[in-house]
């Protein structure tokens, strides 16, 4: 039994900050960001906006996108590194907001690789056949972990949201496979200095950029490597590539070492920066919004997060 996407939708806050006006806070200028990253801006949510917020607008695109009734739905998913509280979870308080009743739903935490975590762990439950239609969602409220004033990684990232509705099916459509993995022995080149049991605090963002880059460049590229491998499949048959929005440099050297086709790249960092879990679905939804997907087309999403997370999948649109 297959899982399909049936329906995309995304959310990113009204609040735009621009590199120059970001530049205004702290000890940087639009070159030097452009130049190490390819960003441009960020969304920013606002004070009482929160995950959950972010999440549900994306959800209600989703949903309205896969032309179903929320009340189809019979799983939800929410990946997040930001969530509105310690508990409950952000995918409960989803359940809530949109009516749902009494469905299994929880949070899923593996920072920038949430979202293939996320679809990795749908696919597998729809494959079991207790499940027909999941509502996956990545939602991220980065900027309240970010401190302010440094530049090494406040510059990076953004808020934002991206969902999926993923449903059983007998369609070509389908995921076709997918690879998660994580080392934890590379836990402190990105983290937070705080925690719930660690200190009672959310901490901010703490990152040892040179370390990140190179683990990011040979991670996403063998796991590539191993996807394609695995399908009996090669670069010339992915008609789209969407990896983590994280670095236009990293992506660029992925591309570069794979020696894949520029053309096939989704770059949307520029506009967003790195939202995290929420990079993927933001980049896919764009893709469809501007009609570059095709029925049948093979697309590949590859991402690497905190902890060490990272991984692959193939998905048969």
């Avoid at 899923?108 to 239609?133: E, P, R, W």
Wanted: proline share 2%.
């Amino acid at each position: 039994m297959a899982c399909t996407i049936v329906g995309c939708g995304a959310y990113l806050p009204q609040l735009v900050v621009s590199n120059v006006e970001l530049a205004k806070r702290v000890d940087t200028n639009d070159e030097w960001i452009r130049s190490r990253t390819g960003i441009e801006q960020r969304h920013i949510a606002s004070e009482g906006e929160y995950a959950s917020h972010l999440a549900l607008e994306a959800c209600k695109a989703a949903i309205l996108d896969a032309g179903i009734a929320a009340a189809n739905i019979d799983l939800i998913i929410n990946c997040t590194t930001t969530p509105d509280n310690s508990f409950p979870s952000v995918a409960t308080k989803l359940q809530g907001y949109l009516k749902i009743g009494n469905i299994p739903s929880f949070d899923l935490q593996a920072v920038c690789s949430g979202f293939i975590y996320g679809l990795h762990v749908a696919d597998s439950l729809i494959a079991s056949g207790k499940y027909n239609t999941i509502l996956l969602v990545c939602s991220e409220k980065m900027s309240s972990i970010l401190d302010w004033n440094d530049r090494t990684t406040c510059i990076l990232f953004g808020d934002g949201a991206g969902a999926v509705v993923l449903q059983r099916s007998m369609d070509k459509s389908r995921v076709v496979d997918s690879l998660i993995y994580s080392n934890g022995t590379y836990a402190d080149i990105l983290c937070t200095d705080g925690g719930v049991s660690m200190n009672g605090q959310a901490g901010k963002i703490r990152m040892n950029g040179r370390e990140v880059f190179r683990h990011a460049i040979e991670k996403i590229s063998s796991s590539i490597e191993e996807i394609l491998s695995k399908n009996n499949l090669t670069l010339n048959d992915i008609d789209h590539f969407i990896p983590h929005q994280a670095n236009i440099r990293i992506i660029d050297a992925i591309t570069e070492r794979l020696q894949f086709d520029h053309d096939k790249v989704v770059k949307t960092v520029a506009k967003h920066a790195n939202c995290s879990a929420a990079s993927i679905p933001l980049a896919l939804n764009h893709l469809k919004s501007v009609n570059k997907i095709k029925k049948g087309d093979m697309i590949l999403f590859a991402a690497i997060g905190a902890g060490l997370t990272w991984g692959s999948a193939l998905v048969r649109w």
